[in-house]
Nanobody, 125 residues
Framework: QVQLVESGGGLVQAGGSLRLSCAAS????????MGWFRQAPGKEREFVAA??????????TYADSVKGRFTFSRDNAKNTIYLQMNSLKPEDTAVYYC????????????????WGQGTQVTVSS
């Protein structure tokens, strides 16, 4: 049974930082592309960041809205991914979800097979 469990969300002031974690179990972690998505109230889910291995290389990609502020990392030994979020803005407020997939489409939800339950991030102005 695959499980993805997010943690690290919370309330932070604008300009602050948070680090989200997503611990995976029940899958061959290193074989999966991993991604972060978010959904704000009344809005559709949107892509945030993702990472996959491509041959001997790794590929990371970010939404334009978070590029330069958010950093994706993964620890295959711990089956865990992280999202370091700096310079947070009120518009970053959302439930953040991690996802795992093998379909090769990093920036769309359809590219992922498994999803976590989400962790709330609230940025106050």
């Amino acid at each position: 049974q695959v499980q993805l469990v997010e943690s690290g969300g919370g309330l932070v002031q604008a300009g602050g930082s948070l680090r989200l974690s997503c611990a995976a179990s029940g899958l061959t972690f290193s074989s999966y592309a991993m991604g972060w998505f978010r959904q704000a109230p009344g809005k559709e889910r949107e892509f945030v960041a993702a990472h996959k291995r491509s041959g001997a290389n790794t590929v990371s990609t970010y939404a334009d809205s978070v590029k330069g502020r958010f950093t994706f990392s993964r620890d295959n030994a711990k089956n865990t991914i992280y999202l370091q979020m700096n310079s947070l803005k009120p518009e970053d407020t959302a439930v953040y979800y991690c996802a795992a997939g093998t379909k090769g489409m990093l920036r769309t939800g359809g590219g992922y097979d498994f999803w976590g339950q989400g962790t709330q991030v609230t940025v106050s102005s």
